[in-house]
Nanobody, 120 residues
Framework: QVQLVESGGGLVQSGGSLRLSCAAS????????MGWYRQAPGKQRELVAN???????NYADSVKGRFTIARDNAKTSVYLQMNSLQPEDTAVYYCHALVTLALGVKRYYWGQGTQVTVSS
């Protein structure tokens, strides 16, 4: 099994910053892509940013220039630095990973979610 454990959410004022972290553990052969999605009340879950192994990061237009995604050298953790936060960034943020398991099987995994609330 593979687990994704998130941390770093919380309450911040508009214009503030937060850093989210996500660590993967379990029977992992390789993590192809790691990233972050978010879901605000009454809205669909949307991609915030992701970063493939050895590739370039992708960002939603709404966060470009404010958020930065990065992976650690071991490629089993992903971070999201969020600056200039706005009330519209309020959502539950979910870590996401596309993982290659033994025998080449690929599966998607999700973290449990961490709440980010930005007050105006």
């Amino acid at each position: 099994q593979v687990q994704l454990v998130e941390s770093g959410g919380g309450l911040v004022q508009s214009g503030g910053s937060l850093r989210l972290s996500c660590a993967a553990s379990g029977s992992i052969f390789r993590i192809n892509t790691m990233g972050w999605y978010r879901q605000a009340p009454g809205k669909q879950r949307e991609l915030v940013a992701n970063i493939p192994d050895g590739g370039s990061a992708n960002y939603a237009d709404s966060v470009k220039g404010r958020f930065t995604i990065a992976r650690d050298n071991a490629k089993t953790s992903v971070y999201l630095q969020m600056n200039s936060l706005q009330p519209e960034d309020t959502a539950v943020y979910y870590c996401h990973a596309l993982v290659t398991l033994a025998l080449g099987v690929k599966r998607y995994y999700w973290g449990q979610g961490t709440q980010v609330t930005v007050s105006s």
